[in-house]
Nanobody
Framework: QVQLAESGGGLVQAGGSLKLSCAASGRAFGSYSMGWFRQTPGKEREFVAAISWSGVSTRYAESVKGRFTISRDNAKNTVYLQMVSLKPEDTAVYYC????????????????WGQGTQVTVSS
């Protein structure tokens, strides 16, 4: 198991940028694929982005393609989500997650989750 802690959320105006970080503790961070999900009240948690253990492969939800970039630094046990051109509909609690598959976009494939960080985009 790996423990995850997100940071970097906050309030930003539409069109602005934020960079989320997810610090991992525990063993073998570099062997996990990582993902970002988000959730708004009353809705299902939805996939945002994923990255393979090596960082070579990435996946994005259609709604964020071209605006969000996932990356990782295995030496720092950290995964990032750079968000630009933010829209009010990006407002959500953002969660990072770790999974044992090579890369996946399926929530059930991720076994470890952080507590989440709030991102609010004002119009």
């Amino acid at each position: 198991q790996v423990q995850l802690a997100e940071s970097g959320g906050g309030l930003v105006q539409a069109g602005g940028s934020l960079k989320l970080s997810c610090a991992a503790s525990g063993r073998a961070f570099g062997s996990y694929s990582m993902g970002w999900f988000r959730q708004t009240p009353g809705k299902e948690r939805e996939f945002v982005a994923a990255i393979s253990w090596s960082g070579v492969s990435t996946r994005y939800a259609e709604s964020v393609k071209g605006r969000f970039t996932i990356s990782r630094d295995n030496a720092k046990n950290t995964v990032y989500l750079q968000m630009v051109s933010l829209k009010p509909e990006d407002t959500a609690v953002y969660y990072c997650a770790a999974g044992r598959y090579a890369i996946t976009t399926t929530e059930a494939d991720f076994g470890s989750w952080g507590q989440g960080t709030q991102v609010t985009v004002s119009s």
